[in-house]
């Protein structure tokens, strides 16, 4: 009697562990398809934002961004909204004068709904060395743009007593 029920638990088992969306990609239609499709194209907006900033182009830097987003720098004081943001970046950008962030390692993930996007990508600058950033894109009207952008410098761990002592006696 048992054997008897092995083979359509068996099968049963088989069809419900073979779907084709997994977590992450239910809302997104088309299952991994579509959420690498979502990827690469979360992907090439962070890569033309960059280009952008290293091109001093303001109309497409800030194109890429929400009408609401966000901008943390490096300095614990930076936290920038779009609008001041580019009251500050404008006048470097109208001299053809930006900042080159060289992406060397990138990671995204998606929301369930396939409308929010995180991530996080190592940065090479000339100045700074290699840096991270880290935000959220939300996808509208068909685009996707950048809400949320944070720009940090790694600090290697040997390093961080001294580095902290030193910004507090900058301070």
């Not at 809302?27 to 991994?32: A, D, F, I, N, V």
Request: proline fraction near 4%; glycine fraction near 14%.
């Amino acid at each position: 009697m048992f054997s008897r029920f092995v083979g359509p638990l068996f099968l049963v088992l088989v069809f419900f562990g073979c779907r084709t969306t997994t977590p992450g990609s239910r809302g997104l239609g088309g299952g991994m398809g579509r959420v690498q499709g979502a990827r690469g194209e979360i992907a090439g907006v962070l890569d033309d934002w960059h280009d952008a900033a290293s091109a001093a182009d303001g109309e497409r830097y800030f194109g890429h961004m929400t009408e609401d987003a966000v901008f943390l720098g490096t300095d614990a004081g930076e936290r920038w909204d779009r609008d001041a943001f580019r009251a500050f970046a404008d006048p470097y950008f109208s001299k053809g004068r930006g900042w080159t962030y060289v992406p060397i390692e990138r990671h995204i993930m998606l929301a369930a709904d396939g409308r929010t996007a995180w991530f996080d990508e190592r940065l090479e600058n000339e100045k700074l060395g290699e840096c991270r950033g880290s935000g959220v894109l939300v996808l509208g009207d068909g685009v996707w743009r950048i809400s949320h952008y944070v720009l940090s410098i790694p600090i290697p761990n040997e390093l961080a007593d001294e580095v902290t002592q030193r910004i507090r006696e900058a301070r």
